[in-house]
């Protein structure tokens, strides 16, 4: 009465917004996916989906259905893979999701030399601003830096990364070099608004002093790291940005580190793991791609 085309037609159905917008990710006209649902539901005898002007709704069945529909989707690919690794052949659909900037200057490499090596193995990757905002079921694979954890997940810690306070030399020259971290409060600082938290509480501890949190009022916001690195650089104001993405600013002094007897939390470099994607052997070639990569680590060389 299903079939795996039916599936997988339901599960691009359920994950946009618009008829058209399935269409165009099935690579077909409108009219062909609405004749295939409409077809499905006649077979099924319920009503899967509530049309309005704006978007669609998926009605209860039509909810069970893209749940149950994913699962089953899901568990025949990893027969299929089962079977095909008894060959030692890695293959598969590989997703992987990653922060804009970290994604774009390491994962994607990782990613390249895993094709290169696997070439039936099928590349997805999606960066993100704000990993609360991704559908668990959208990826594999979630690269995140900093402090991230949920309990259903597996983790595994990729690399050390620092989070470093710093300034261009032009911007202290003009308004000083900060003593300690009350004094951030008299400086233009930027923020990240890239998630939930609350980006303007900054903490500090220190080896012989007690923690220290600081609440500033910043001058420069985005939700793009990199549009806050480049102010900095351009000696706009005060920025916490990762040891990964400044090491080479400040080894070659565009960029100053301040307060250097305080630390902020790290953020480390890390993966997490969906409910499947320790399972395949594509994730595992990915992992150890990545993790040759990082190792020794790239911005402590």
């Not at 390249?112 to 039936?120: G, I």
Request: glycine share 6%; proline share 5%; hydrophobic share 45%.
């Amino acid at each position: 009465m299903i079939t795996s085309q039916d599936l997988e037609l339901f599960g691009v159905v359920s994950g946009v917004s618009s008829l058209a917008a399935a269409a165009r990710a099935l690579d077909v006209t409108p009219s062909a996916v609405t004749q295939r649902l409409r077809q499905l539901e006649q077979r099924l005898g319920v009503r899967l989906l509530e049309r309005t002007s704006r978007r669609l709704h998926l009605t209860a069945e039509g909810q069970l259905l893209a749940q149950r529909g994913a699962e089953v989707l899901a568990n025949l690919e990893e027969l299929a893979e089962a079977l095909v690794e008894r060959r030692e052949v890695v293959t598969g659909h590989l997703r992987v999701a990653a922060p804009f900037g970290f994604g774009r200057r390491y994962v994607a490499s990782a990613m390249a030399a895993l094709r290169t090596r696997h070439p039936e193995v099928k590349l997805t990757l999606t960066l993100f601003e704000d990993p609360v905002g991704l559908r668990g079921d959208a990826w594999d694979v979630l690269i995140h830096v900093g402090p991230l954890t949920d309990s259903a997940l597996t983790l595994h810690r990729l690399a050390p990364n620092r989070r470093i306070l710093c300034a261009a030399p032009s911007y202290l020259e003009r308004h000083g070099m900060p003593e300690r971290p009350e004094d951030l409060r008299q400086h233009a600082c930027g923020v990240i608004r890239e998630d939930q938290s609350d980006v303007t509480l900054w903490r500090f501890s220190h080896a012989q002093k007690e923690a220290v949190t600081v609440r500033v009022q910043p001058a420069l916001s985005s939700n793009d790291g990199e549009v806050i690195k480049q102010w900095g650089l351009a000696g706009l104001g005060v920025i916490v940005r990762s040891e990964w993405d400044v090491a080479e600013d400040l080894r070659q002094g565009r960029l100053v580190p301040l307060l250097p007897a305080w630390q902020l939390p790290d953020a480390d470099v890390v993966a997490l793991l969906g409910a499947r994607g320790g399972r395949v052997a594509r994730t595992a070639h990915f992992l150890e791609s990545l993790r040759q990569m990082l190792q020794p680590v790239p911005w402590r060389v």
